[in-house]
């Protein structure tokens, strides 16, 4: 068995915030399984094509990071994602309710439980961002050129291989383009797969972050809220006195932060808090008549999360009452609005889809690192789905910047060569 580090994921989507730094190891069985996969005829010619397509997969890559995919507005990525993946090649094709773009790839075997496989369509960047794509020698220069858009190049030419080496598998497939990823998308695709469409998924593999080795194999959870305080508002001189939400949202932020940084500070995983977005008000010489707060909570123990959460909650209703007693004329009120619900979750190392990730990382000369991050595995991991968050491979910089970059030094496609090997391993290949 060979030793791997549980290591800090701090590139793309992926943060780790806490795992126990201990030794896990992958076992043979799953070791030589991989081996014995790879030299197969037919996955050797699905390497093959891959790497003689790459000029190709980068045209694709170029083509959908041009195509602005905002936060709840994907449709128009998913329709050139979805013509893509019909022009590779799928038994079926639909687009869901939410937005999502799968692609079915039927088994041999007619078995139950679906492998899929995903990357996220959805970019940060709001409406009117320009998304050309600057060539700067080998280096590709544009916002969301790396994340995620990279990992849809490698779902495409993944498929190709698989087809032009008539590779069949024992078990159905999907591949799938993903909505809500980011931000307040609030992993509304993955959310309705699991939760909704009634799929049956036996496991799930998510193509998001940085370069090869990386293998998330749990989920950070978070919860966040938007405080929305009212108050009648008026002029800062003729209405002095007046109940003036600011003073009151400055007043919660006070109480929340020194009651939470007391419970961080404490003897518990690591947990965190922030506010990050203020908002409201109509001119500096105006009382305003609302003033609003976004905030995120995270923590690798639902316990925890829940804990910070109710911290927040009751110091919001502590420092609104406080403030309405304080003299004012009138009074403010408030609204907590849940804007954001992942869940924490992990998977043992030793399951079987984390072993053969793992054990495929390093058949292409990677140290396998595992770790934690927010990604789309945070909804399958909490239902206790087998589940794994690899890398898009390469090299990149600047996520979620309008100077995002991203250079393809990977020798020979790799990371997808990965992708395809660890779903092979899932799905089992047909003889």
């Given at each position: 068995?060979?030793?791997?580090?549980?290591?800090?994921?701090?590139?793309?989507?992926?943060?780790?915030?806490?795992?126990?730094?201990?030794?896990?190891?992958?076992?043979?069985?799953?070791?030589?399984?991989?081996?014995?996969?790879?030299?197969?005829?037919?996955?050797?010619?699905?390497?093959?094509?891959?790497?003689?397509?790459?000029?190709?997969?980068?045209?694709?890559?170029?083509?959908?990071?041009?195509?602005?995919?905002?936060?709840?507005?994907?449709?128009?990525?998913?329709?050139?994602?979805?013509?893509?993946?019909?022009?590779?090649?799928?038994?079926?094709?639909?687009?869901?309710?939410?937005?999502?773009?799968?692609?079915?790839?039927?088994?041999?075997?007619?078995?139950?439980?679906?492998?899929?496989?995903?990357?996220?369509?959805?970019?940060?960047?709001?409406?009117?961002?320009?998304?050309?794509?600057?060539?700067m020698g080998d280096t590709l220069k544009a916002p969301g050129i790396g994340d995620?858009?990279?990992?849809?190049?490698?779902?495409?030419?993944?498929?190709?291989?698989?087809?032009?080496?008539?590779?069949?598998?024992?078990?159905?497939?999907?591949?799938?383009?993903?909505?809500?990823?980011?931000?307040?998308?609030?992993?509304?695709?993955?959310?309705?797969?699991?939760?909704?469409?009634?799929?049956?998924?036996?496991?799930?593999?998510?193509?998001?972050?940085?370069?090869?080795?990386?293998?998330?194999?749990?989920?950070?959870?978070?919860?966040?809220?938007?405080?929305?305080?009212?108050?009648?508002?008026?002029?800062?001189?003729?209405?002095?006195?007046?109940?003036?939400?600011?003073?009151?949202?400055?007043?919660?932020?006070?109480?929340?932060?020194?009651?939470?940084?007391?419970?961080?500070?404490?003897?518990?995983?690591?947990?965190?808090?922030?506010?990050?977005?203020?908002?409201?008000?109509?001119?500096?010489?105006?009382?305003?008549?609302?003033?609003?707060?976004?905030?995120?909570?995270?923590?690798?123990?639902?316990?925890?999360?829940?804990?910070?959460?109710?911290?927040?909650?009751?110091?919001?209703?502590?420092?609104?009452?406080?403030?309405?007693?304080?003299?004012?004329?009138?009074?403010?009120?408030?609204?907590?609005?849940?804007?954001?619900?992942?869940?924490?979750?992990?998977?043992?190392?030793?399951?079987?889809?984390?072993?053969?990730?793992?054990?495929?990382?390093?058949?292409?000369?990677?140290?396998?690192?595992?770790?934690?991050?927010?990604?789309?595995?945070?909804?399958?991991?909490?239902?206790?789905?087998?589940?794994?968050?690899?890398?898009?491979?390469?090299?990149?910089?600047?996520?979620?910047?309008?100077?995002?970059?991203?250079?393809?030094?990977?020798?020979?496609?790799?990371?997808?060569?990965?992708?395809?090997?660890?779903?092979?391993?899932?799905?089992?290949?047909?003889?």
């Open positions: 068995m060979r030793k791997i580090y549980i290591g800090i994921i701090t590139v793309g989507l992926f943060f780790n915030l806490g795992l126990a730094q201990d030794d896990v190891t992958i076992e043979k069985k799953y070791t030589k399984e991989i081996d014995r996969l790879a030299k197969a005829k037919k996955v050797k010619a699905a390497f093959s094509y891959i790497e003689s397509q790459k000029n190709e997969t980068t045209k694709n890559h170029i083509a959908l990071t041009e195509i602005l995919a905002p936060p709840f507005k994907e449709d128009v990525r998913g329709v050139a994602f979805s013509k893509m993946l019909e022009l590779a090649g799928v038994d079926s094709l639909w687009t869901d309710k939410v937005g999502n773009v799968i692609g079915l790839r039927k088994g041999t075997s007619g078995t139950s439980g679906y492998v899929g496989i995903d990357a996220h369509l959805d970019v940060v960047f709001p409406e009117g961002t320009d998304v050309t794509v600057k060539k995620d858009t990279r990992a849809l190049a490698n779902l495409i030419s993944m498929l190709k291989a698989m087809n032009q080496a008539d590779i069949k598998t024992e078990k159905d497939v999907l591949i799938v383009g993903s909505v809500g990823e980011e931000g307040l998308g609030d992993l509304r695709g993955m959310k309705y797969i699991f939760n909704e469409s009634g799929l049956d998924i036996d496991s799930w593999i998510a193509i998001d972050g940085g370069s090869m080795g990386r293998v998330s194999n749990a989920g950070l959870g978070s919860k966040r809220y938007k405080l929305v305080v009212k108050g009648k508002g008026g002029h800062s001189w003729g209405a002095f006195g007046l109940a003036n939400p600011h003073h009151a949202l400055g007043k919660s932020i006070d109480l929340f932060s020194k009651a939470a940084w007391e419970y961080t500070s404490g003897d518990i995983s690591k947990t965190s808090f922030n506010v990050g977005r203020i908002g409201g008000g109509t001119s500096v010489n105006s009382i305003p008549f609302e003033s609003w707060m976004e905030v995120d909570m995270r923590a690798i123990s639902p316990k925890n999360l829940d804990e910070i959460e109710t911290i927040f909650k009751s110091s919001v209703e502590k420092a609104i009452k406080e403030y309405n007693a304080s003299g004012v004329d009138g009074e403010v009120t408030y609204e907590l609005i849940k804007i954001g619900d992942r869940p924490s979750g992990e998977l043992s190392a030793e399951t079987p889809l984390v072993q053969r990730s793992m054990a495929a990382t390093e058949y292409f000369g990677a140290t396998p690192s595992l770790g934690r991050g927010s990604t789309n595995i945070n909804i399958p991991v909490s239902k206790g789905i087998p589940a794994v968050c690899i890398g898009r491979g390469g090299s990149g910089g600047g996520a979620h910047s309008l100077h995002e970059w991203y250079l393809n030094d990977e020798p020979s496609e790799e990371s997808i060569k990965l992708a395809l090997l660890i779903t092979l391993a899932q799905a089992g290949l047909s003889k």
